[in-house]
């Protein structure tokens, strides 16, 4: 295929994906939760066992995530080893009226080192996403660490959602790229 009409078309798909991103807004911002239950780290693999165990205790450091505020939140007990892909695990769910935003983990990083005072750390990677589909699925990070050393210690989770292009960035970027390909094929026509 003809490399002026590959850039033709490439910014024809960057206009059209700007008004597609519009219409579903993307999840942004940082939230930061925290826990009891039974995190530990054994031969490579991080498991939070009985999270909460009947105790409720969060709080949000920054609630700037979408149009989620406090509210119900669940912690799901994991373990890495059966994160993947295939297989994603939700970590935890915050209930707000009648929406839920989730985050499912598909992989995660190496276990941070455990000290006198941490059970460890692990980053899991993966998508936020919402029941009411209000918000385009997003990518984000969730840092999962101990803050004791106990059977039932305490346990924090940062959520950080991944930056995602503006739609108007991708408008500008499309009608670029579709523009230069006309100015190319002129000046082609002109040297032939």
Do not use: C, K
């Amino acid at each position: 295929m003809n490399p002026l009409r590959n850039l033709a078309l490439l910014g024809a798909a960057l206009v059209a994906s700007a008004s597609f991103a519009s219409a579903t807004p993307m999840l942004t911002g940082e939230i930061v939760l925290s826990g009891y239950g039974a995190y530990s780290q054994s031969g490579g693999v991080a498991t939070l066992a009985t999270p909460n165990a009947g105790i409720d205790n969060y709080n949000f450091a920054s609630s700037t995530l979408g149009s989620f505020a406090p509210g119900t939140i669940t912690y799901d007990p994991f373990s890495t080893a059966s994160i993947s892909l295939a297989t994603p695990v939700t970590i935890f769910s915050i209930l707000q009226g009648t929406d839920t935003l989730y985050f499912a983990a598909t992989s995660s990083g190496p276990l941070g080192a455990s000290s006198g005072s941490s059970n460890g750390s692990v980053d899991l990677y993966g998508y936020f996403y919402d029941s009411s589909a209000l918000y385009a699925s997003t990518p984000g990070t969730v840092d999962v660490s101990s803050n004791g050393t106990s059977t039932l210690a305490g346990f924090h989770e940062d959520a950080f959602v991944g930056i995602a292009p503006e739609p108007s960035s991708l408008l500008l970027l499309g009608t670029g790229l579709f523009g230069a390909s006309g100015l190319f094929f002129r000046r082609r026509q002109r040297n032939a």
